[in-house]
């Protein structure tokens, strides 16, 4: 697996990770967020060629937007999604990733990802404080192996409410129940 594939990975599941955890504290406001994730990893990975970029949203695919060093997504929480006290998005095991020792305290939260599969084997911290119901924080740290290869990661993102109305996005939790 290529060191792109594994950056990638990561930096995906720690987004449906950071979206998870954000569930766990109850705090987000129902509609279209704004994610920004960023690190080491992200800021060094190779851009994308513009036609490559083209073919895959011709095969589907929806890749997020990098921007100043961070890759940047747009994401739906549904009324449901924003009510939830627990991490819906981690209900379906993720890569074989489950959620423990979920707290909150106040505006901020917490959660453990413990991994056992043989794609991904480790342990994922998850920290953040939201500020109101429109703005949250997060750290991600992650270390264990992917594909048997040692993997370091460290993520940090952030995430802005931008309006009740979530367009042509489907809600996240539409994307958990496909899978």
Same mark, same amino acid.
């Given at each position: ?26 705090? +987000?406001?129902? &509609?279209?967020?704004?994610? %920004? ?6 800021? =060094?990975?190779?851009?994308? /060629?513009? #036609? ?13 937007? +990098?921007?100043? &060093?961070?890759?940047?997504? %747009? ?6 999604? =924003?009510?939830?006290?627990? /991490?819906? #998005? ?90």
């Amino acid at each position: 697996m290529s060191q792109m594939t594994k950056i990638l990975m990561l930096s995906v599941l720690s987004g449906s990770l950071f979206n998870g955890s954000a569930h766990a504290a109850g705090k +987000m406001k129902p &509609g279209l967020w704004e994610m %920004s994730m960023q690190s080491d990893a992200i800021k =060094a990975m190779p851009k994308m /060629p513009p #036609a490559q970029m083209e073919q895959m949203k011709k095969m589907g695919i929806k890749m997020p937007m +990098m921007q100043d &060093g961070a890759m940047k997504t %747009s994401v739906c929480i549904s009324k449901e999604m =924003a009510e939830q006290n627990h /991490p819906s #998005a981690m209900q379906k095991n993720q890569a074989g990733c489950k959620p423990q020792n979920i707290a909150q305290s106040g505006n901020d939260f917490s959660m453990e990802l413990i991994c056992d599969s043989p794609e991904l084997k480790g342990i994922g911290t998850i920290r953040g404080s939201y500020n109101g119901s429109d703005s949250v924080r997060s750290t991600y740290d992650f270390k264990g192996t992917s594909h048997n290869n040692p993997v370091t990661q460290h993520m940090e993102t952030t995430g802005k409410w931008l309006s009740p109305d979530c367009g042509d996005i489907k809600p996240a939790s539409d994307y958990q129940k496909k899978k």
